[in-house]
């Protein structure tokens, strides 16, 4: 089948890859020529595990393509997606400026009947606002679909080419024949291709990252409670992670959620719940707590050095929202790396994919290292704010050579808190006892 898909970003590229990875003829249309002309030569843009592989083996195969013609990218595709920036806008709810915009213009290319297909995480009631953009200048027919995204970052391509279940929501027997033949051998192992209207697909994709961000929000109220009462969050969530009906996964407790989908998600489902006249008031809750979260560290930090961290320097370990990708956005490191500097210290971070995109953002405001036993070079403490696989099991004796005193403040639960406590240091993570 012939495709487009328009935006090449995270989903938009790992979207192309997967479906011309099945045989189909993909063009990528993005209007970010540098980004287009890198994938063109064969230079992949995101950091994604697995993809690099995939995108050249289609690039060099012929079925994956990149413009920035919007009119030549869909000239001949049968369906089109649309993976476009849903950002929020200033009152929180989600900008459809890209969506619609491009909906527009593509109304006015429409030479056949094309299927669209909105991939990007938005409101109730766009694929009816596509659909009329589209038909104020569009003379033939057209389906529009709702169909989310649900691939994590970090496992994309897995997620991708192995999905948990698909949605697709649309009131056409045409596209949902077409949409049914696209997905087949993705779902070759039964897991279901769910049908379903637009509207409800459209809610389906936030309430599920609304459910996984309350699941951390509820953890994170869990493990401040630990501390308050003298608990450990690690045997409370195994206790009750072995029911079923809770169910072992995201129940980690940590420095808050971060990214580019549950922050503005969580928030964009708080604004349509506004305007559809219902207080969903557990959202309210689940934001309010991850605010609260992001700091955690820091007020365990000040305690340690005793109220002030004027001519302290920190080590920082991890910088990307999630281990796995190089996706900074609404990272809780930025969170700490700003109040750090602005309590008068000095940070100098390690992470083995994200410290470009950093450092695009905060400068020469820190200091980077080559490796992550360098950053450790005379600091007062190891602060460690994502829970990538090599900081899991690191050389303990590097980490004494390099650090000025035994001290690490770690917000992603990394080590075993007997073992670290037996090595002589202090120790002080989230929902579990501070060690020496
Ligand atoms: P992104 O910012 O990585 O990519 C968006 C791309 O669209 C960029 O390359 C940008 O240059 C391009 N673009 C902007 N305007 C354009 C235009 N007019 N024409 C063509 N290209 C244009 O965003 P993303 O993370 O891929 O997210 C896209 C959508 O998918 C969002 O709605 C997001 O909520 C949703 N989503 C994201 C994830 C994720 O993990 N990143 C997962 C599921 C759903």
């Not at 495709?3 to 970010?32: H, K, P, S």
């Not at 389906?204 to 509820?218: E, G, M, P, Q």
């Not at 503005?264 to 991850?290: C, H, P, T, W």
């Not at 008068?344 to 080559?370: L, S």
């Amino acid at each position: 089948m012939k495709i487009a898909v328009v935006g090449t970003g995270y989903v938009g590229l790992v979207t192309g890859t997967c479906f011309a990875e099945t045989g189909n003829e993909v063009i990528c249309v993005d209007i970010d020529q540098k980004k287009v002309d890198k994938l063109t030569n064969g230079e992949i843009t995101i950091y994604e595990p697995g993809l690099e592989k995939l995108f050249l083996r289609n690039l060099k195969e012929g079925r994956l393509k990149f413009t920035t013609d919007l009119a030549a990218g869909i000239e001949e595709a049968k369906i089109v997606f649309l993976a476009l920036p849903t950002p929020p806008g200033e009152d929180g709810s989600a900008d459809l400026k890209y969506v619609l915009g491009v909906a527009d213009h593509i109304g006015r290319l429409l030479t056949d009947y094309k299927v669209l297909v909105d991939k990007s995480t938005v409101p109730v009631g766009t694929a009816e606002k596509v659909y009329e953009s589209v038909a104020r200048n569009a003379k033939v027919p057209f389906d529009v679909v709702s169909n989310p995204e649900f691939l994590r970052e970090g496992v994309a391509v897995d997620d991708f080419m192995k999905p948990d279940r698909v949605v697709i929501g649309t009131s056409s027997d045409r596209a949902r024949k077409l949409m049914g033949e696209l997905y087949a051998p993705f779902v070759r192992s039964g897991n279901p291709v769910i049908y379903m209207d637009e509207r409800s697909a459209e809610l389906t994709k936030y309430a599920a990252n609304s459910f996984l961000a309350t699941k951390i929000s509820f953890m994170n109220e869990i493990a401040q409670l630990c501390e308050k009462l003298d608990a450990d969050v690690d045997m409370v969530r195994l206790g009750i992670g072995s029911d079923d009906r809770i169910g072992k996964r995201f129940l980690f407790p940590g420095i808050g959620y971060g990214g580019s989908c549950f922050p503005k998600d969580v928030q964009a489902l708080a604004k349509s719940s506004d305007e559809a006249g219902y207080d969903f008031r557990i959202l309210d809750a689940v934001m309010q707590v991850n605010e609260i979260q992001k700091l955690h560290l820091l007020p365990k930090i000040l305690r340690y050095f005793s109220g002030n961290l004027q001519g302290r320097h920190f080590a920082l370990w991890g910088l990307a929202f999630k281990p796995n990708t190089d996706d900074i956005r609404e990272a809780p490191a930025l969170y700490i790396i700003d109040a750090l500097l602005e309590a008068g210290a000095t940070v100098t971070a390690f992470d083995p994919e994200a410290m470009k995109n950093v450092q695009q953002v905060v400068g020469d405001k820190i200091k980077f290292a080559e490796n992550q036993y360098e950053a450790l070079k005379g600091a007062d403490a190891l602060i460690i704010a994502t829970e990538w696989n090599e900081f899991r099991t690191p050389d303990f004796l590097k980490i004494v050579s390099n650090l000025k005193k035994k001290v690490i403040f770690d917000g992603r639960n990394l080590f075993d808190i007997r073992a670290i406590g037996e090595l002589g240091f202090h120790y002080e993570s989230i929902g579990r006892r501070p060690v020496n």
